[in-house]
Protein backbone atom coordinates (compact mmCIF):
# COMPACT_ATOMS: atom_id res chain seq x y z
CA UNK A 1 0.00 0.00 0.00
CA UNK A 2 1.22 3.64 -0.77
CA UNK A 3 0.73 5.96 2.07
CA UNK A 4 -0.92 9.27 0.22
CA UNK A 5 -1.34 12.10 1.45
CA UNK A 6 -5.06 11.79 1.40
CA UNK A 7 -4.58 8.82 4.11
CA UNK A 8 -1.89 10.92 6.08
CA UNK A 9 -4.53 13.60 6.97
CA UNK A 10 -6.74 10.73 7.83
CA UNK A 11 -4.33 9.25 10.23
CA UNK A 12 -3.80 12.61 11.59
CA UNK A 13 -7.42 12.69 12.38
CA UNK A 14 -8.02 12.65 16.09
CA UNK A 15 -11.90 13.64 17.61
CA UNK A 16 -11.09 13.31 20.63
CA UNK A 17 -8.51 16.13 20.45
CA UNK A 18 -9.51 17.85 17.25
CA UNK A 19 -7.24 20.16 16.28
CA UNK A 20 -10.33 23.08 15.85
CA UNK A 21 -13.53 23.07 15.55
CA UNK A 22 -13.25 22.80 11.63
CA UNK A 23 -12.72 19.40 12.46
CA UNK A 24 -16.49 18.89 12.42
CA UNK A 25 -16.45 19.85 8.87
CA UNK A 26 -15.65 16.14 8.03
CA UNK A 27 -18.29 14.72 10.05
CA UNK A 28 -21.35 17.02 8.58
CA UNK A 29 -22.70 16.03 5.25
CA UNK A 30 -23.91 19.69 4.07
CA UNK A 31 -20.35 21.23 3.57
CA UNK A 32 -19.45 18.54 1.52
CA UNK A 33 -22.45 18.03 -1.04
CA UNK A 34 -21.32 19.76 -4.29
CA UNK A 35 -24.96 21.38 -5.02
CA UNK A 36 -24.45 23.34 -0.97
CA UNK A 37 -20.63 23.78 -1.03
CA UNK A 38 -21.45 25.85 2.51
CA UNK A 39 -18.45 27.94 3.35
CA UNK A 40 -19.96 30.71 5.47
CA UNK A 41 -23.92 30.98 6.99
CA UNK A 42 -26.36 29.97 4.43
CA UNK A 43 -30.03 30.23 3.48
CA UNK A 44 -31.12 27.11 1.61
CA UNK A 45 -34.81 26.82 -0.06
CA UNK A 46 -35.02 22.71 -0.45
CA UNK A 47 -32.84 20.24 1.02
CA UNK A 48 -33.44 17.39 -1.50
CA UNK A 49 -35.52 16.83 -5.23
CA UNK A 50 -38.59 15.34 -3.16
CA UNK A 51 -39.17 18.60 -0.86
CA UNK A 52 -38.78 20.49 -4.11
CA UNK A 53 -41.30 18.96 -5.88
CA UNK A 54 -43.87 18.46 -3.39
CA UNK A 55 -43.08 22.23 -2.36
CA UNK A 56 -46.59 23.19 -3.12
CA UNK A 57 -48.67 20.85 -0.96
CA UNK A 58 -47.42 22.00 2.24
CA UNK A 59 -49.85 23.12 4.22
CA UNK A 60 -48.04 24.81 6.65
CA UNK A 61 -45.71 27.93 7.08
CA UNK A 62 -43.04 27.98 4.51
CA UNK A 63 -39.49 28.04 5.68
CA UNK A 64 -35.70 27.99 4.27
CA UNK A 65 -32.62 26.11 6.47
CA UNK A 66 -30.13 28.47 7.93
CA UNK A 67 -26.73 26.49 7.30
CA UNK A 68 -23.73 27.53 9.77
CA UNK A 69 -20.38 27.86 8.02
CA UNK A 70 -19.61 24.53 9.84
CA UNK A 71 -22.60 22.79 8.23
CA UNK A 72 -24.52 22.46 11.06
CA UNK A 73 -28.37 23.88 11.37
CA UNK A 74 -28.01 27.16 13.24
CA UNK A 75 -26.41 29.98 13.11
CA UNK A 76 -22.99 30.83 15.09
CA UNK A 77 -22.68 27.71 17.54
CA UNK A 78 -23.22 28.12 20.41
CA UNK A 79 -20.23 28.57 24.12
CA UNK A 80 -23.15 27.16 26.36
CA UNK A 81 -26.39 25.07 25.58
CA UNK A 82 -28.77 23.08 28.15
CA UNK A 83 -29.98 20.61 25.13
CA UNK A 84 -27.94 19.32 22.65
CA UNK A 85 -29.63 17.22 19.92
CA UNK A 86 -27.83 14.98 18.01
CA UNK A 87 -28.96 12.24 15.35
CA UNK A 88 -30.22 12.03 11.85
CA UNK A 89 -32.48 13.56 9.19
CA UNK A 90 -35.03 13.10 11.89
CA UNK A 91 -32.80 15.89 13.98
CA UNK A 92 -31.81 18.10 11.81
CA UNK A 93 -35.42 18.23 10.85
CA UNK A 94 -35.16 17.82 6.82
CA UNK A 95 -38.20 19.03 5.33
CA UNK A 96 -39.28 20.53 8.45
CA UNK A 97 -39.01 24.41 10.12
CA UNK A 98 -36.84 24.53 13.46
CA UNK A 99 -40.15 25.66 15.45
CA UNK A 100 -41.89 21.84 14.28
CA UNK A 101 -38.71 19.62 15.50
CA UNK A 102 -38.81 17.54 19.04
CA UNK A 103 -35.36 19.45 20.66
CA UNK A 104 -37.38 23.01 19.84
CA UNK A 105 -40.30 22.15 21.32
CA UNK A 106 -38.17 20.63 24.09
CA UNK A 107 -36.64 23.61 24.80
CA UNK A 108 -39.82 25.28 24.70
CA UNK A 109 -41.54 23.39 27.48
CA UNK A 110 -38.64 23.23 29.75
CA UNK A 111 -37.49 26.86 29.45
CA UNK A 112 -34.09 25.97 28.30
CA UNK A 113 -31.48 26.90 25.08
CA UNK A 114 -31.27 24.27 22.65
CA UNK A 115 -28.69 23.29 19.23
CA UNK A 116 -29.23 20.87 16.37
CA UNK A 117 -26.06 19.02 15.90
CA UNK A 118 -28.38 16.67 13.08
CA UNK A 119 -27.24 15.10 10.55
CA UNK A 120 -29.12 13.71 7.70
CA UNK A 121 -28.09 10.39 6.64
CA UNK A 122 -25.88 9.80 10.09
CA UNK A 123 -24.46 6.98 11.53
CA UNK A 124 -24.12 6.44 15.58
CA UNK A 125 -20.01 6.23 14.54
CA UNK A 126 -20.19 9.32 13.06
CA UNK A 127 -22.70 10.77 15.94
CA UNK A 128 -20.35 9.68 18.53
CA UNK A 129 -17.00 11.72 16.61
CA UNK A 130 -19.31 14.54 16.61
CA UNK A 131 -20.32 14.27 20.31
CA UNK A 132 -16.36 13.63 21.04
CA UNK A 133 -15.43 16.70 19.48
CA UNK A 134 -17.98 19.18 19.93
CA UNK A 135 -18.05 18.19 24.27
CA UNK A 136 -13.91 19.97 23.38
CA UNK A 137 -15.98 23.39 22.11
CA UNK A 138 -19.43 23.43 23.61
CA UNK A 139 -20.22 23.08 27.25
CA UNK A 140 -23.07 21.24 27.55
CA UNK A 141 -26.27 20.54 30.07
CA UNK A 142 -27.99 17.51 28.39
CA UNK A 143 -27.22 15.64 25.33
CA UNK A 144 -30.13 13.51 23.90
CA UNK A 145 -29.94 10.83 21.27
CA UNK A 146 -32.04 9.98 18.60
CA UNK A 147 -30.44 7.20 16.92
CA UNK A 148 -30.51 5.85 13.05
CA UNK A 149 -30.73 2.19 12.39
CA UNK A 150 -27.31 0.37 13.84
CA UNK A 151 -26.91 -0.79 9.94
CA UNK A 152 -25.64 2.39 8.76
CA UNK A 153 -21.48 2.67 8.71
CA UNK A 154 -19.30 5.19 8.50
CA UNK A 155 -16.68 4.11 6.03
CA UNK A 156 -13.66 5.85 5.19
CA UNK A 157 -13.87 6.14 1.11
CA UNK A 158 -11.00 7.96 -0.98
CA UNK A 159 -12.25 10.29 -3.39
CA UNK A 160 -12.78 9.40 -7.02
CA UNK A 161 -11.88 12.90 -8.33
CA UNK A 162 -9.44 13.89 -5.71
CA UNK A 163 -6.14 12.03 -3.40
CA UNK A 164 -9.00 12.98 -0.22
CA UNK A 165 -10.22 10.29 1.96
CA UNK A 166 -13.54 10.96 3.07
CA UNK A 167 -15.46 9.53 5.96
CA UNK A 168 -18.81 8.51 3.97
CA UNK A 169 -21.89 7.79 5.27
CA UNK A 170 -23.41 4.34 4.20
CA UNK A 171 -26.87 3.25 4.50
CA UNK A 172 -27.97 0.11 3.02
CA UNK A 173 -30.25 -0.21 -0.35
CA UNK A 174 -29.51 3.75 -0.98
CA UNK A 175 -27.06 4.87 -3.37
CA UNK A 176 -26.46 8.53 -1.70
CA UNK A 177 -24.74 11.71 -3.77
CA UNK A 178 -21.50 11.12 -1.09
CA UNK A 179 -21.44 7.49 -2.09
CA UNK A 180 -21.63 8.29 -6.14
CA UNK A 181 -18.51 10.50 -5.47
CA UNK A 182 -16.44 7.93 -3.66
CA UNK A 183 -15.25 4.61 -4.51
CA UNK A 184 -17.53 2.50 -2.45
CA UNK A 185 -19.03 -0.51 -3.49
CA UNK A 186 -22.29 -0.79 -0.61
CA UNK A 187 -23.84 -3.89 -1.64
CA UNK A 188 -20.28 -5.69 -1.51
CA UNK A 189 -19.85 -4.04 2.34
CA UNK A 190 -22.62 -4.98 3.46
CA UNK A 191 -22.47 -8.32 1.97
CA UNK A 192 -19.44 -9.07 3.74
CA UNK A 193 -20.17 -7.23 7.31
CA UNK A 194 -22.93 -9.37 9.78
CA UNK A 195 -25.28 -8.03 11.68
CA UNK A 196 -23.42 -9.31 14.88
CA UNK A 197 -20.52 -6.94 13.56
CA UNK A 198 -22.76 -4.07 13.12
CA UNK A 199 -24.74 -3.97 16.14
CA UNK A 200 -20.75 -4.62 18.28
CA UNK A 201 -20.10 -1.63 16.32
CA UNK A 202 -23.22 0.47 17.77
CA UNK A 203 -23.51 -0.65 21.14
CA UNK A 204 -19.50 0.12 21.62
CA UNK A 205 -19.96 3.58 19.95
CA UNK A 206 -23.03 4.16 22.34
CA UNK A 207 -21.26 3.44 25.55
CA UNK A 208 -18.84 5.89 24.55
CA UNK A 209 -20.91 8.56 23.90
CA UNK A 210 -22.19 8.01 27.76
CA UNK A 211 -18.69 7.94 28.88
CA UNK A 212 -17.67 10.58 27.41
CA UNK A 213 -20.64 12.60 28.98
CA UNK A 214 -19.59 11.43 32.44
CA UNK A 215 -16.35 12.75 32.11
CA UNK A 216 -17.61 16.34 31.01
CA UNK A 217 -20.87 16.40 33.29
CA UNK A 218 -22.99 15.93 30.71
CA UNK A 219 -26.42 14.25 31.08
CA UNK A 220 -27.02 11.95 28.26
CA UNK A 221 -30.25 10.13 26.73
CA UNK A 222 -30.70 7.77 24.20
CA UNK A 223 -33.45 6.41 21.94
CA UNK A 224 -34.13 5.54 18.32
CA UNK A 225 -36.99 5.58 15.58
CA UNK A 226 -35.67 2.06 14.35
CA UNK A 227 -37.66 -0.43 15.97
CA UNK A 228 -35.03 -3.13 15.80
CA UNK A 229 -32.27 -0.66 17.00
CA UNK A 230 -34.23 0.49 19.45
CA UNK A 231 -35.19 -3.17 20.92
CA UNK A 232 -31.28 -4.15 21.06
CA UNK A 233 -30.57 -0.81 23.15
CA UNK A 234 -33.12 -1.90 25.93
CA UNK A 235 -30.90 -4.88 26.60
CA UNK A 236 -28.05 -2.62 27.07
CA UNK A 237 -26.68 -1.29 30.59
CA UNK A 238 -26.73 2.34 30.73
CA UNK A 239 -24.93 3.40 33.58
CA UNK A 240 -25.31 6.93 33.60
CA UNK A 241 -27.06 7.21 30.27
CA UNK A 242 -31.12 7.33 30.35
CA UNK A 243 -33.07 5.19 27.55
CA UNK A 244 -35.86 7.48 26.65
CA UNK A 245 -39.31 5.72 25.16
CA UNK A 246 -39.07 4.67 21.42
CA UNK A 247 -39.79 6.82 18.47
CA UNK A 248 -43.29 5.06 17.13
CA UNK A 249 -45.34 6.32 14.80
CA UNK A 250 -49.52 5.62 15.24
CA UNK A 251 -52.06 4.56 12.94
CA UNK A 252 -53.48 7.96 13.68
CA UNK A 253 -50.24 9.73 12.64
CA UNK A 254 -49.86 7.79 9.08
CA UNK A 255 -50.64 10.62 6.92
CA UNK A 256 -48.11 13.19 9.23
CA UNK A 257 -45.68 14.26 6.48
CA UNK A 258 -42.87 16.52 6.15
CA UNK A 259 -42.47 18.99 3.05
CA UNK A 260 -40.61 15.63 1.17
CA UNK A 261 -43.32 13.41 1.67
CA UNK A 262 -40.84 11.31 3.42
CA UNK A 263 -40.05 12.12 6.22
CA UNK A 264 -42.64 12.21 9.41
CA UNK A 265 -43.96 15.41 10.02
CA UNK A 266 -44.79 17.85 12.36
CA UNK A 267 -47.17 15.84 14.46
CA UNK A 268 -44.96 12.72 14.97
CA UNK A 269 -42.46 15.45 16.75
CA UNK A 270 -44.46 16.70 18.95
CA UNK A 271 -45.88 13.62 20.06
CA UNK A 272 -42.29 12.02 20.95
CA UNK A 273 -41.32 15.38 22.99
CA UNK A 274 -44.30 15.26 25.10
CA UNK A 275 -43.24 12.10 25.93
CA UNK A 276 -39.96 12.71 26.86
CA UNK A 277 -39.96 15.62 28.12
CA UNK A 278 -40.52 14.42 32.15
CA UNK A 279 -36.80 12.14 31.79
CA UNK A 280 -34.76 15.24 31.23
CA UNK A 281 -33.59 16.22 34.47
Known amino acids: MIITEGLKNLAKTNFFKPSSINDIKKLTVVTTRQDLMVTDVTQVKHF ?66 AYNFGQPASNVKSIADTFALLIKHVKMKHAIFLLPPFHRLQIAAKSKHADEVELVPLIPNYKSRLETNFEVDGKLIYTAITDEEMLKTFKDSIYLIEELGV ?52 KHHLKWANEIVEYIK
Open 215 to 266: QAGIKTYFSSWCNDTYEFMTYMKFNDGVLLPGWTSLVELQDDFARDKLHPGP
Open 48 to 113: SPAEFFNYESWEYEDFDYTISELGLRGSTLPNNVDLAAFGCSFTFGQALPINMLWHDILSKQLNLS
